[in-house]
């Protein structure tokens, strides 16, 4: 019998409407687009402003495209993965009611928080359960509505985050394509520098946390650029040699999209051209949990099948890693 891999074999995406330009902060913190851009890579950013509408919605919208370009029948979905670090609620699970809403009657879900490395921990959730033969279709979807949490009066963070969604649906492959290798790491020093202080059980929310606009996140960026620069372009460069995987043999980098200089730093450890480097921070900025999934709706059209991927992502924690994933289809 030959060995089961977990494949991507569908993708969907969804962002919001309504756009968040360098120039339109300008008019909210001491900043100008010059500044964003040089700094960040970022040009602009979606935003989903309607208040009663929380992260599922992204999440059921990118479900809906997926489902809508595959004529996927939602009752085989055997198990929802939602990676996200701003859900609904803090009790209910996003994924579940997220399962129900696009039909997916026959699933079971639960949500996956690792900051920004939620979606590619959950890429290896999802395959080591395809991998079991247990089974068959599982759908991944990385979504955050980081508008949520940011303060825009905060010039650290609020240039930086953008709402979004993606999906990707995986299944069992036996042509040797799909999930090859991975390298996960973590560091718990990450919560002193990358949070947001209220709203959990260490310090519960009250009317003195919201005065003191404790439920919105904290940044000291230059401390985070330094670990993220180093760890994502380390595992980056460790699980290419692992798999003996020159330059050459490498035909794209998926790397989170938190800032352009993280991810040159990392393609330039993996001496990788410019061309084979996966972008669109320009246009949505960090969607935290979406970035990966984003770039891969957005380049579908590009993927061939058999072309080696490596996935990069660095989060709050910190969590941080890179996974090995060899394209299923052509589009």
Not at 124 to 130: D, K
Not at 232 to 251: F, G, Q
Request: glycine share 8%; charged share 25%.
């Amino acid at each position: 019998m030959s060995k089961i891999n977990a494949a991507i074999t569908a993708v969907g995406s969804y962002v919001p409407d309504d756009v968040l330009t360098n120039k339109m902060l300008e008019e909210l913190v001491e900043t100008n687009d010059e500044w964003i851009t040089t700094r960040t890579g970022i040009k602009e950013r979606r935003i989903l402003k309607d208040p009663s509408k929380g992260t599922s919605y992204l999440g059921i919208r990118a479900a809906e495209n997926l489902i809508e370009k595959t004529g996927l029948d939602p009752k085989e979905i055997d198990l929802v993965l939602f990676a996200t670090t701003t859900p609904d609620m803090p009790v209910a699970s996003t994924a579940a009611y997220t399962a129900t809403k696009i039909g997916a009657t026959n699933a079971f879900s639960y949500d996956l928080q690792a900051a920004c490395s939620s979606f590619l921990y959950g890429m290896s959730t999802a395959s080591a359960y395809i991998e079991t033969g247990r089974y068959k279709k599982i759908l991944l979807i990385g979504a955050d509505k980081m508008s949520s949490i940011i303060n825009y009066k905060d010039r650290a963070t609020c240039i930086i985050f953008g709402d979004g969604a993606g999906a990707v649906l995986f299944e069992p492959n036996n042509e040797g394509l799909g999930h090859q290798d991975e390298i996960l790491r973590s560091d718990g020093i990450g919560r002193e520098f990358l949070n947001i202080e209220a709203g959990g059980s260490l310090v519960p929310a009250s009317k003195s946390t919201v005065e003191k606009n404790q439920h919105y996140v904290y940044q000291d960026g230059k401390t985070v650029f330094k670990f993220a620069v180093s760890n994502m372009a380390d595992v980056s460069e460790k699980i290419m040699l692992r798999n003996k995987l020159s330059s050459d043999d490498v035909n794209w980098l998926v790397p989170h999209q938190a800032n352009k200089r993280i991810i040159d730093a990392t393609s330039k450890r993996m001496n990788l051209a410019d061309e084979k480097v996966l972008m669109n921070i320009q246009r949505y900025g960090n969607t935290t949990s979406a970035t990966l999934p984003l770039l891969l709706s957005d380049y579908e059209k590009q993927l061939k099948k058999g072309d080696n991927l490596v996935f990069a992502a660095f989060g709050g924690g910190f969590t941080w890693g890179s996974i090995y994933l060899k394209w299923a289809y052509n589009s």
